[in-house]
């Protein structure tokens, strides 16, 4: 039977489900409209669809390590209960696990693959939905490589609330690596050193810190020299290796990791649900709405 515009039409508007999954089912079935939202229904596609616009902003990061391979991800929930559940913690090690194996692009390219079960990422996770009746989401995720002669430093903190994946060359010794990791997800740095940040960047901050140093009344003739030394100061704040060491103060974070005869690679640190904006609820509100119904 030839599968119509209208036909996929009226089965998104009863299902909520998206465009090529109605399409699919109405092929499945044979453009039975019934079976095909069962067939929706079933895959927990409908069930999904109808959840989509809900926000999720909560949920955990994970880490993966085999060999020398490595993948950080993060996967996200609708609230900080469900990330707990068994489901979903064993949902978020087979995603890690597949895209280890895998190594997709983009977390859209993992939705489409196939999975060791047969189902895609994306129907994988729509039956989770089915059962755990929160919306998920893959965000996203990175993978990493070392070589035999380096380490990979995983650290999760407040049960992968956040985390942090480090790569450091010229050392086996996981314990340094992962010590790197805990400063990383304490004091959140954007650069590995000064040579990553953009001299864009260093211009705009330069600028601002100028026009602060002369709104102060400072003569000009020693703002320059003021500038130079704040911009120090926010080298500091945004590059790793120019931190203060959370667990030694006393030194910075390059001459802890030069000690070990170590240098850092890459890191990457998730924060879950950062840069998500999340829904403000009305609780009232939300009462008096059912209680109208």
Known sequence: MAITAQMVKELREKTGAGMMDCKKALTETDGDMEKAVDFLREKGIAKAAKKSDRIAAEGTSYIEVMGNEAVILEVNSETDFVAKNEGFQTLTKELASHILKNKPATAEDALEQKMDNGATVSEHINSAIAKIGEKLTLRRFTVATKGDNDAFGAYLH????????????????ESVAKDVAMHIAAVNPKYIDRDAVTQEEIDREREVLTQQALNEGKPENIVAKMVEGRLGKYFEEICLLDQSFVKDPDQKVRKFVESKGATVKSFVRYEVGEGIEKRQDNFAEEVMSQVNK
């Open 158 to 173: 407040m049960g992968g609330r956040i985390g942090v994946l480090t790569v450091l060359e010229g050392t086996t010794d």
